[in-house]
Nanobody
Framework: QVQLVESGGGLVQPGGSLRLSCEHS????????MGWYRQAQGNQRELVAT????????NYADSVKGRFTISTDNTKNTVYLQMNSLKPEDTAGYYC?????????????WGQGTQVTVSS
């Protein structure tokens, strides 16, 4: 059973920071990749950042490069998204994602989401 629980969202002023957390009920080392996606009202869900669990290579959307950082803490089975220099256009629901390959079948899992609102 895969359970991903996000936390850390909220209301922040432009230029501020937030750190999102996504905790897995089991070991995150069972996943190939984890990441964060976001969906603003009326828009499609888009990739924000991903990380390969084994090796740590990362990938970011151009719109967040240099401002957001994805990281993991395997001891806490948690993936983080540190968001700095937030802009109003970062306002969205943020969703944690995890993917893994088991017996040749790739499966993806989603958390329930956490809302981030950037506004003065």
């Amino acid at each position: 059973q895969v359970q991903l629980v996000e936390s850390g969202g909220g209301l922040v002023q432009p230029g501020g920071s937030l750190r999102l957390s996504c905790e897995h009920s089991g070991s995150i080392s069972s996943f190939y990749t984890m990441g964060w996606y976001r969906q603003a009202q009326g828009n499609q869900r888009e990739l924000v950042a991903t990380i390969v669990i084994s090796g740590g290579s990362t990938n970011y959307a151009d719109s967040v490069k240099g401002r957001f950082t994805i990281s993991t803490d395997n001891t806490k089975n948690t993936v983080y998204l540190q968001m700095n220099s937030l802009k109003p256009e970062d306002t969205a629901g943020y969703y944690c994602y995890a993917g893994r390959l088991v017996r040749g079948i790739y499966s993806g899992y989603w958390g329930q989401g956490t809302q981030v609102t950037v506004s003065s």
